[in-house]
Structure formats: structure tokens, C-alpha cells
């Protein structure tokens, strides 16, 4: 489905909104591309031959003037705990839908804090489109169908190839904070990597270590499930590691720290190549549980984290253009259903 609205793309001259750029005018779509970055932007406006709008996110005024018109803008630019406040806050005042890639429970806690303004907006805000949390969210909701007395539901990521600049930026920003659960329906710290369990993805067993990323919010808010754990496949010596931020905490928040990995992170790979993107593949797993011990378990095999990201939060824009933008806080399986992640290529769902 191609549709003709105008919308923006803002960090497209990053990593993954270049990949989302480039797929949307493969789609047919004509997106206005912006950022605050005039080279790159530039550039690839230019050679797909596409409108662009440069603008910082330090100006609402400028940015409200970017968004005259616009029926959506989707929001590649992160870490979001940076840059999501800003674009949101515009999108409100200028009615016009929020779509984002952010994997961040603080960022999906603080949009789900809005929720009533942007009903009375009509303006629809949906954080999380990408790799985090589209497969994950729809595997929850599914489980929740599988077994609507659930009480506890665990989730778990199969691990990740390379990841890009942006993400490795963005779990810097995390270091040091601890670990997170949801424990009677509310956010409760716990240390980090504190629960350890084996996990099969579909191609054996393997081990996982509970980590705070964003479903521990939008799971919450799409099933209401009130014990929700989430679970990272890492290697041993990440595995470590993360044990070892225990008692690192306040080392690694530390702000030179933080500007030394950073500043390692921007001089390495913008993420992966096209050879990798090509191969690689991505697993979620998840199980519930209800008070009589009765479980279901399901996984979802996708394919590469950014490639899906590209795919799924193209296939949310088309939705949101074609009018299906419900008002409020959202999330992808709330706002599409369980089933939304199985319409994109490469994706598959087995009920265990
Ligand atoms: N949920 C998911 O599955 C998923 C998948 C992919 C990416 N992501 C997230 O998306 C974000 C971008 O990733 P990436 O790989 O594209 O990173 P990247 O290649 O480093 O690109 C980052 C983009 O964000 C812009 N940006 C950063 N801080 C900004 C600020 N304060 N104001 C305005 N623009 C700012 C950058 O602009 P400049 O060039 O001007 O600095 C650039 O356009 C990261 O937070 C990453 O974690 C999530």
C-alpha cells in the first residue's frame, strides 16, 4: 500500500534511519528527510531525491515549523532519553503522530505518561517500532490469548549480531543503573543480570540473564501482566561482566567514563554491513505462567535486528497513514494486534 501524506524522517542520515530512508523510497514512499546534521542529511536527500527540513531539537519553535503539515513523523534519532522529549512535545502542539525506535524503559515510561493529553490531542504515540519491541510486544500479547490468566510472563532476546553505533551509544547511556523487573505491576530494581536461565531459541539451549530494556514497560501496558521478567542471550564473558557491573555501578555512570566508551563507539563500524544484515537472524522467545501452573511458551524467528527495524517500522508508518493512528500512548501490538509482526517477511511463530 502506498500512500501520498507527507511525513517526516528525522535522524536520517544516522545508521538505521538511512536503512528506513532508503527502504521507504524502495516502497514508493517519498518521506521528507531531516536532522540536524546538514552534511548527511544532505547528501542522501539529494541522491534519493528528497525533500529535507534541518533542525536541532534545542528550538521548539523551529521544530514545530518542521512539522507543519506532516501527518507523522517517525524518530531514528537517539539515544531517546535524549532526543525523544523535544520531537513528542512537538508532535503534541502540532498534532501530528509519533512513531519511534526507542528501546528504552524510561522513554516508554514517560511517553506512557502522556497518554492523556495525547488522547485529547487525537494524536497517536508509538515509541518502541523497531527491533525493540515489535516482535516481543506481539509475542506477549500472544502468549496472553494462549493463557489470559497469566500472571507472570517471562521474555527473552536470542542475542544480537553487531549492533550499530547508535545502539551501543544508547546502552552506554544504561551502564551502571542496574537491573530492572516488574514485579505487581510496578517497576522494581533489582541487581544487575540477577536471574540466569537456559533458554532454548529454536537451535538449543542457551544462556540468558534478565537485562532492563523496554518491554518491561510496553508488555505491561499491552497485556497487564503484572510479573514480567526479560531475558538477553549473552556470551560468558558479557555474562560476567554484567555480574561485575554490580559492583561497578557508580565506575561505569561515571560521566568520563561514560565520554571514553562513547568516544570508542563513534570511532568503530556504523553497525553491520549488508553481508551481515543479509545473514543474520533474530529469536524471541517468551512463556507465561498463571496461579495453577499451567504455561504456554512461543518464539518468533525474524530476520536481522535492523532490517527488521527498517521493515516494521515501514509497515507502522503505512498503517498510521492509512488513517489506523489510534489517539494516546500505544504500543505496536495494542495499537495492531498479536498477529501485526507474522505480515513482515522472514518472520515466523511457533507455539510450543
Ligand atoms: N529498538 C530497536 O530495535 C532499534 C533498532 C535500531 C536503532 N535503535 C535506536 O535508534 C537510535 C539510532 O540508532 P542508529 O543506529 O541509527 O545510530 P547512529 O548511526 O549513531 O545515528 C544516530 C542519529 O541520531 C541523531 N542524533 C543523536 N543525538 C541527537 C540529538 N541530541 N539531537 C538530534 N539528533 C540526534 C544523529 O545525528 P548526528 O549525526 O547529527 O549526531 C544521527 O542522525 C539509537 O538510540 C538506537 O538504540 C533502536
Redesign the pocket.
Known sequence: MVMTGPWLLY?A?????ELAARLAVAQGHRPILA???AS?VCALSDELRLERRLF??DEPRRIDEALAGMSLVLH?????S??SRPMAEACLRTRTHYLD???EVDVFEALAARDQETRAAGVMLLP?C???VVPSDCLALHLKGRLPGARRLALAYGGFGRV????A??AIEGLGRGGLVRRGGVLTPVPSAWKARRIDFGEGERTAVTIPLGDLSTAWHSTGIPDIELYFAAPAVLRALAVASRYLGPLLGAEPVRRFLTARVRSGQ??PTEEERRRGRGFVWGEVEDDAGRRAVSRLATPE??TF?AHAALAVVERALAGRAPAGFQTPAKAYGPDFVLGIEGVTRTDL
Open positions: 535522524g542520515n544516522g545508521y538505521t534511519g536532522g540536524r546534521s548527511g536541532s531539537l531514528c534519532a537517539g539515544p531517546f535524549r532526543t525506535l526507542t528501546g518502541g523497531g527491533f525493540d550499530s553505533r547508535g545502539t551509544t544508547t556504523a553497525g535486528g535492523y527495524t
